[in-house]
């Protein structure tokens, strides 16, 4: 077996990303709290990624993750939900 001599040096992967953990559609859609059928939809529609592994689809958690941050409702988002109520002349009247 060949021994590295003093001089060499074997190069060090300093910040290696990490392996990334892998989910299957059921995992991925129960993470997300959808059916396995919509979770198919959002793939197909290019909203998540999936990788096709063989016979399977498998999802990286760090994308469900990160779609999940993506659809996350910021404050105001729902204003269209809520329109401005109409005063009536029994508001004015007790505004007064």
Do not use: C
Not at 33 to 60: C, D, F, M
Not at 64 to 81: I, K, N, T
């Amino acid at each position: 077996m060949h021994q590295p001599t003093s001089g060499s040096t074997l190069p060090v992967v300093a910040d290696a990303p990490p392996d990334p953990i892998w989910l299957g559609t059921q995992d991925a859609a129960r993470q997300l709290g959808i059916t396995a059928r919509t979770l198919y939809r959002l793939i197909n529609e290019g909203e998540i990624p999936a990788y096709k592994l063989g016979r399977v689809l498998r999802l990286k958690l760090v994308d469900v993750e990160a779609f999940l941050e993506s659809a996350r409702v910021r404050p105001g988002d729902l204003e269209h939900l809520y329109p401005e109520r109409k005063r009536t002349d029994a508001t004015d009247r007790s505004g007064q």
